[in-house]
Structures are given as structure tokens and as C-alpha cells.
């Protein structure tokens, strides 16, 4: 059983910027797979960012050269840096874990891009 527990969201103004972080507890943290998942009113899920064990990356085209996700292993917790936010990047952000068959979710994070 792994838990995630995201903090960090808020409500910040066109072109700010804001950390998430998402704490794990559990399982061995550097074996699994840590991503972020945003889902706007009306919409599906979908992959914000995502970092390997390893350290490899893959990042949703919107957001790319805006987001950065990074991990520490050894305060076993995973962060999305988001860059020159945007309206619709407006949505529950959620923390998740993934190894083999084993996917875990945190609760989310609301971020809210306004002025």
C-alpha cells in the first residue's frame, strides 16, 4: 500500500507560478513510477507529468518548457513545478504512484488560474 498526500494548490493569477508536492509513505518510493494528473470540470483525467525510478521524464505538450517535475527520493516525495500558468491549466491536480499492476492516488489538489 503506498499513500500520497498532495499539498501546494491555490488560486494564483495568470503567468504565476506554483509547487506541488505530493508526500508518499509506504513501499520501497524510488521503484515506482510518480505522476501528475489534473482534471478540469467536464473533462477527463489526463497526464500532466511523469517521472521514472530512474530519473526519466515525460511531460503532456501543453505543458512542456512551463512544468517541471522532480522527486526526491530520500524525503520520498515528488514535485510539479508549474511556470507561466494559464487559464486552463485550471484543475483538481492528483499525485500518483505506479509500479507493475500497482497504482495508487492521492486526494488532489485544486489550482485555480485567475484574475
Known amino acids: 500500500q503506498v499513500h500520497l498526500v498532495e499539498s501546494g494548490g491555490g488560486l494564483v493569477q495568470p503567468g504565476g507560478s506554483l509547487r506541488l508536492s505530493c508526500a508518499a509513505s509506504g513501499r520501497i518510493f524510488s521503484m515506482w513510477t510518480m505522476g501528475w494528473y489534473r482534471q478540469a470540470p467536464g473533462k477527463q483525467r489526463e497526464l500532466v507529468a511523469a517521472v521514472t525510478g530512474g530519473g526519466g521524464t515525460n511531460y503532456a505538450d501543453s505543458v512542456k518548457g512551463r512544468f517541471t517535475i522532480s522527486r526526491d527520493n530520500a524525503k520520498t516525495t515528488v514535485y510539479l513545478q508549474m511556470n507561466s500558468l494559464k487559464p486552463e491549466d485550471t484543475a483538481v491536480y492528483y499525485c500518483?504512484?505506479?509500479?507493475?499492476?500497482?497504482?495508487?492516488w492521492g486526494q488532489g489538489t485544486q489550482v485555480t488560474v485567475s484574475s
Open positions: 500518483n504512484a505506479a509500479r507493475e499492476i500497482e497504482n495508487y
